[in-house]
């Protein structure tokens, strides 16, 4: 059974950094692509970066372009989001996902299986 456990969520002011982490199990982590998503309060759950399995290739929307950055270690079966520059607006529960492919994937359909998600608060 596929598990991914999210951690490094928090309170930060604006302008800081968080990272987050992504820990999973269950199947091979090399062979798909990997996602984070974010839910806000009221609004749909939106994709915020992905990555391919190799980290070939990488997604970013383009309200995070140059302040964040996703980033996997296979040999840990982890994937991170680093994320700089952080404004209110970011404030969000942040979900990693993995991908049915290998390739990166921005919908929600292409990720069968998430984690439980973890609140990221940014302060202004």
């Known amino acids: 059974q596929v598990q991914l456990v999210e951690s490094g969520g928090g309170l930060v002011q604006a302008g800081g950094s968080l990272r987050l982490s992504c820990a999973a199990s269950?199947?091979?982590?090399?062979?798909?692509?990997m996602g984070w998503f974010r839910q806000a309060p009221g609004k749909e759950r939106e994709p915020v970066a992905a990555?391919?399995?190799?980290?070939?290739?990488?997604y970013y929307a383009d309200s995070v372009k140059g302040r964040f950055t996703v980033s996997r270690d296979n040999a840990k079966n982890t994937v991170y989001l680093l994320m700089n520059s952080l404004k209110p607006e970011d404030t969000a529960v942040y979900y990693c996902?993995?991908?049915?492919?290998?390739?990166?994937?921005?919908?929600?359909?292409?990720?069968?299986?998430w984690g439980q998600g973890t609140q990221v608060t940014v302060s202004s």
């Open positions: 996902a993995q991908g049915r492919y290998t390739g990166v994937v921005v919908t929600t359909s292409g990720y069968d299986y």
């Open positions: 990555i391919s399995r190799s980290g070939g290739s990488t």
């Open positions: 269950g199947r091979t982590f090399s062979s798909y692509a």
